[in-house]
């Protein structure tokens, strides 16, 4: 992650103008998912644990809010196991190591993946005000956030850990200016470097992830999580019509290797989630992770940089660069 582009920084403010509803419309995923610790991993989570990360531009100097939607764990959009007995723990950091520390990058919730500045933290069970409503954690100055120089922004990150019950948490978040609003902060980002999400039950629905490649990756690993055999996984790109990749049953995971072309480099991938109609599979939870040849996790913004991108069939394909 430490050799990112700096082809970023201005891609950034001019495509992260709506990026702050997380999942943003493009990727037309229904909500974010954790599952309590206590639950089967065949639900569909692998480690009861998620982190986005939101980048705030240097020049933005207001207090900023992040909503959570549905932070609760009870009602009719989360997952039921028996009785609701879950607890998550929702929590921002900031400052120092909340973004580059290498623990907080990873796809596990090892080591110091809380690193940083602990700027607010709440714990949810059931409680029924809190059911498809938005709980607000702020006001926070920008500046609280890690400074990094390559986005020349500051790094705010949010964690959701399951630490009680065996249910599944199904919510969204949105970065504003506003408290008791949703209201865009203008050049804002988010990511994440492993997403775990809740499919649509309707199999004419397709979901979206959009991985970002930089200039030095010249193969890539996409790995799936308890994808449940519920149809294709296809990746598009401005050289790649659609790639098939392996897809993952019940439980466990798959890995799938491929070379990028360098009309792909710095720009984003497009893999597409495209559900089976027959039989349906309802309730699909599914984690997802790419990394470079060099074992580099790649990030998901929930805005591509670059824009969504379209297969271009002028394009003429040259061979990947050589190891």
């Known amino acids: ?138 006001p926070f100055n920008p500046s609280e956030g890690e400074y990094v120089q390559r986005f020349d922004g500051y790094i705010f990150k949010v964690i959701c850990d399951g630490i009680a019950g065996d249910d599944g948490n199904l919510y969204r978040y949105f970065l504003s200016t506003k408290m008791d609003e949703n209201k865009a902060v203008e050049g804002a980002n988010a990511f994440a470097y492993e997403y775990s999400f809740r499919m649509h039950d309707n199999a004419t629905e397709v979901s979206h992830i959009y991985p970002y490649v930089d200039d030095r990756t010249i193969s890539v690993k996409l790995s799936n999580f308890d994808w449940d055999s519920d149809g294709f996984i296809r990746t598009v790109s401005v050289a790649r019509k659609g790639q098939l990749s392996k897809v993952s049953g019940e439980d466990n995971w798959v890995e799938d290797e491929f070379k990028i072309f360098d009309e792909e480099k710095n720009t984003s991938l497009d893999i597409q989630f495209i559900k089976r109609k027959t039989p349906p599979v309802k309730n699909n939870n599914v984690v997802v992770n790419v990394r470079n040849q ?13 824009g969504v991108p379209t297969y271009k069939s002028t394009i003429a394909v040259k061979k990947p660069a050589a190891k």
Request: aromatic share 16%; net charge negative.
């Open 1 to 138: 992650m430490k050799y990112v582009t700096f082809l970023i920084c201005g891609l950034l403010t001019t495509v992260g103008m709506q990026a702050q509803p997380v999942p943003a419309g493009d990727e037309n995923i229904p909500y974010l998912m954790t599952f309590a610790p206590k639950a089967g991993t065949s639900w569909g989570d692998d480690d009861f644990s998620q982190t986005f990360f939101f980048l705030i531009p240097k020049s933005f100097t207001q207090p900023i809010y992040i909503r959570v939607f549905d932070p609760d764990i009870s009602g009719t959009t989360d997952e039921l196991d028996g009785v609701f007995d879950s607890r998550m723990t929702y929590s921002v950091f900031g400052g120092k190591e909340c973004f580059t520390n290498k623990d907080a990058v990873e796809t596990s919730p090892k080591g110091n993946y809380k690193s940083g500045n602990m700027l607010a933290s709440k714990t949810f069970g059931t409680q029924v005000e809190y059911d498809n409503k938005w709980y607000t954690f702020g």
């Open 294 to 306: 060099y074992g580099e996790l790649l990030p998901f913004y929930v805005i591509p940089i670059g």
